[in-house]
């Protein structure tokens, strides 16, 4: 079918695997709606109740949890059932299947059901009396609702047992304090054994799976090749231009729906598409956006260089003055696209929460590695671009050396408009131009051929290149870190609570008579008295945290008793020096 008609094939194919993703979606979401959470909730407790009546019938199994003599395969059933079961006999605990909760016996709740909350969580339990001539003998039986955990982790998490997209603040009420819009939970009978009160606020999206994110992949697969066969048919059949023409509308009308409508099928809700991971801007919201446009690009560049004749795009410009302007104005693109996609890597790499510390085995993770091939793309799919400018520009200016003079010049001019003149924008300068001259050496000149011995050559040069730009931005992501480590938790910060408390205080300080009296008639004695009511007024409440000392001073600024030989000038010049 694929090799007679090619067309078909993958047109069913994607159809089916679209298809097949949007029902397994539509179920999901059919089950966080409040009725089918509630539905599973009593499924679940119809099963457990199923397991139970199986267990009691087994008078056995039963007699032999009170008496001690369960043997090992009786230990693994009781300890295989859906629910916690504990044998009394006279008060104490003869049997249990589980140790992380003991509940106590009660004889007045034999033969009762009620609704049971701890710290482990809620149950629904029973108190069974399994031997009507032996009353002191009791079981009491746990069917776990709600599992909570006090301490957390990425193993323990609180969960509803039914399942576990039940939100965790769902109400469990009893049936006496049930309200209209209550689901009830009915195991046997009519009569309800709790009700689930659901807040529409608290039902979270379903967070896809990585099996439903592999069949996207898979239908995405599928429909960009079925699209890339119709656009080379089309190709083959009027011309490379309408070809091109219908890729860039084609993917521009791909990414205008992502940004207008967002993502479907809930891919929001994952990491890879949360800002919290990476975003710059508008239109890279996300490290996937940042993904899929890398991969747009790459698939119209990739259609321009195999499916179209751009070796002879400029042979049709005449004119010396068109080809002059159109010289400077790909000379000026060609520098502005190696700063932007080396901006876009930098960005990238400072701005997101992915490690790329690969020098700490701890550090990595799977974005770390997603990270990484997303730079070896960029840097990949770049490289291609600057080989087209190069191609164009050969064809525009017939000598090498001038091809290398004008790119040279205007790289320079455009490093000192754009002002930031740092080591990095002069490197990336000089790599260009490295790479532009290895482009014009025949025996390592790009081909087609991913296999021939010279894209060995490149696959090395561009793995460099990334290693080289991935670690200089990751130190200076690291001398970042540092800074702000040291400004938040080493370097003083204003205490903004003292100094609004002070300012009060000296307003008093300035009207103390004490003090005035001092200054008129300073002696040893009165001096103790101001140091006493400093100390009992003014380096109180916020102030009192500091290690404070009282200079005081007459107006020839000679110290009036104070406890060291710090003169005035010394003082004045160390608060010139502090921060304000």
């Excluded at 011995?453 to 540092?482: D, G, H």
Aim: glycine share 4%; proline share 4%; aromatic share 16%.
């Amino acid at each position: 079918m694929f090799r007679r008609y090619p067309y078909w094939g993958w047109l069913g194919l994607t159809l089916v695997l679209w298809c097949i993703n949007g029902y397994q979606f539509h179920l999901h979401r059919q089950a966080m709606l409040p009725e089918r959470m509630a539905h599973a909730v009593n499924k679940d407790m119809q099963r457990r109740e199923d397991a139970f009546g199986e267990f009691i019938r087994d008078n056995q199994l039963v007699r032999n949890m009170f008496t001690d003599l369960l043997t090992e395969k009786g230990s693994k059933e009781v300890n295989a059932l859906p629910f916690y079961v504990f044998a009394y006999d006279s008060d104490t605990l003869a049997a249990w299947n589980t140790n992380t909760l003991i509940p106590a016996a009660n004889d007045s709740l034999s033969g009762k059901t009620i609704i049971l909350r701890n710290q482990k969580g809620v149950f629904v339990a029973r108190y069974i009396a399994p031997f009507p001539n032996e009353p002191r003998k009791q079981l009491v039986v746990l069917f776990p609702v709600l599992i909570t955990y006090p301490l957390e982790n990425s193993y323990l998490k609180s969960h509803f047992a039914a399942s576990e997209y039940i939100p965790l603040k769902t109400k469990i009420t009893p049936p006496d304090s049930a309200t209209a819009g209550d689901y009830p939970i009915i195991v046997h009978g009519n009569e309800p054994l709790f009700f689930l009160r659901f807040n529409p606020g608290d039902i979270q999206k379903w967070v896809p799976h990585p099996g439903f994110i592999l069949m996207i992949l898979l239908a995405l697969i599928a429909t960009m090749s079925w699209l890339q066969l119709m656009i080379i048919y089309m190709t083959r059949n009027r011309s490379s231009m309408a070809g091109f023409i219908i890729t860039l509308v084609v993917i521009f009308l791909f990414r205008v729906l992502l940004y207008t409508y967002g993502l479907p099928f809930n891919l929001d809700t994952l990491t890879f598409f949360s800002p919290t991971l990476y975003a710059s801007s508008k239109y890279l919201s996300s490290f996937g956006d940042l993904c899929i446009n890398a991969l747009c690009f790459l698939w119209l560049v990739v259609f321009l260089t195999r499916h179209t004749p751009y070796k002879s795009y400029c042979d049709k410009i005449k004119g010396k003055q068109l080809r002059t302007v159109v010289t400077v104005v790909l000379i000026f693109a060609l520098i502005s696209y190696v700063f932007l996609f080396v901006n876009v890597i930098r960005s990238l790499v400072l701005d997101s929460n992915i490690s790329f510390d690969v020098g700490h085995f701890y550090a990595i993770n799977l974005y770390t590695i997603f990270g990484m091939l997303a730079i070896g793309g960029i840097t990949g799919v770049s490289c291609l671009v600057i080989y087209l400018f190069n191609v164009q520009l050969k064809c525009l200016i017939k000598s090498r050396w001038a091809k290398f003079f004008f790119i040279l010049a205007t790289g320079i001019v455009f490093i000192l408009i754009v002002g930031v003149r740092d080591e990095l924008n002069w490197a990336l300068l000089a790599w260009l131009m490295l790479f532009i001259t290895l482009l014009d050496v025949p025996r390592i000149t790009l081909v087609s051929d991913l296999f021939e011995p010279q894209m060995i050559f490149w696959a090395l040069f561009i793995c460099l290149f990334c290693t080289v730009i991935l670690q200089y931005f990751n130190e200076i992501k690291e001398s970042k870190a540092r800074t702000a480590f040291v400004e938040l938790r080493l370097s003083p910060h204003r205490d903004n609570i003292m100094e609004y408390s002070f300012d009060k205080t000296v307003d008093s300080i300035e009207h103390d008579r004490l003090l005035k009296g001092f200054f008129y008639k300073p002696s040893a004695a009165a001096r103790k008295l101001i140091n006493q009511r400093f100390d009992a007024r003014y380096l109180i409440g916020p102030i009192s945290k500091y290690n404070t000392r009282v200079y005081l001073f007459d107006l020839k600024k000679n110290g009036l008793f104070n406890k060291d030989t710090v003169d005035y000038n010394f003082l004045v010049n160390d608060k010139a020096d502090a921060t304000p």
